[in-house]
């Protein structure tokens, strides 16, 4: 059972818009920890998409974006393409734990 | 570019200790702004942060397996470790070598570099 909570998957059809939801608690997200986003491709690591909350590095196109509110957080990809299905995890510290945490992953399908 | 390389036996006995070592190459391990560190991908546990090391020192390892775990950096060679004892069955998993974003205190680090990961089975 992961620390943060995630839907095991969402799907959407090209062109559309998806959210992922990452579900924290007052000893992360509540406590003013940031949260960021990591993309996971088959058989690959995990790449980061968006760190401190809704920052992108070089190369993420603007379609990624993400916000927060006190215990949780949320993954938006607008015009959805095919090359966007992986999988996504957020991450955040956790005061409680004292350890940096993920959550259980969410599966993109594109329709 | 900064590239992070993984190493090690893709098995591992019950009750023995895993020794991994991360190779880095096309950067310095010896920056102030960065930790090193492990984290592991199993199928029943998802991501799991094992522990990080600062080159000057400082070491932050998660609190369950903080028993277990030594992760170790040395600048001389550019790379650093992990030792984990007591292996079980239940730390079957990729083990990937990551690099921490050392940014106004612990709430904002993320891991911004990854190595390709390596597979560890345990298994008698």
């Known amino acids: 059972q992961s620390v943060l909570t995630q839907p095991p998957s969402v799907s959407g059809a090209p062109g559309h818009r998806i959210t992922i939801p990452c579900s924290g608690s007052?000893?992360?997200?509540?406590?003013?920890?940031?949260v960021h986003w990591y993309r996971q491709l088959p058989g690959m690591a995990p790449k980061v998409i968006i760190f401190r909350t809704n920052e992108r590095p070089s190369g993420v196109p603007d379609r990624f974006s993400a916000s927060k509110s006190e215990t949780s957080a949320f993954l938006a990809i607008t015009g959805l393409q095919s090359d966007d299905e992986g999988d996504y995890y957020c991450?955040?510290?956790?005061?409680?734990?004292?350890?940096?945490?993920f959550g259980g992953g969410t599966k993109l399908t594109v329709l | 570019q900064l590239q992070l390389q993984e190493s090690g036996p893709g098995l591992v006995k019950p009750s023995e200790t895993l020794s991994l070592i991360c190779n880095v190459s096309g950067g310095s391990i010896s920056k102030v702004s960065y930790y090193w560190g492990w984290v592991r991908q199993s199928p029943g546990k998802g991501l799991e942060w094992i522990g990080s090391?600062?080159?000057?020192?400082?070491?932050y390892t998660n609190p369950s397996l903080k028993s277990r775990v030594t992760v170790s950096v040395d600048a001389s060679r550019n790379r650093f470790s992990l030792q984990l004892t007591s292996m079980t069955a239940a730390d079957t998993a990729v083990y990937y070598c990551?690099?921490?974003?050392?940014?106004?205190?612990?709430?904002?680090?993320?891991?911004?570099?990854w190595g390709r990961g390596t597979l560890v089975t345990v298994s008698s």
């Open positions: 090391k600062h080159f000057g020192g400082s070491t």
């Open positions: 007052s000893s992360n997200f509540g406590a003013g920890s940031d």
């Open positions: 990551a690099r921490l974003f050392d940014w106004a205190g612990p709430f904002y680090w993320y891991f911004d570099i």
């Open positions: 991450q955040s510290y956790d005061t409680s734990l004292s350890a940096w945490v």
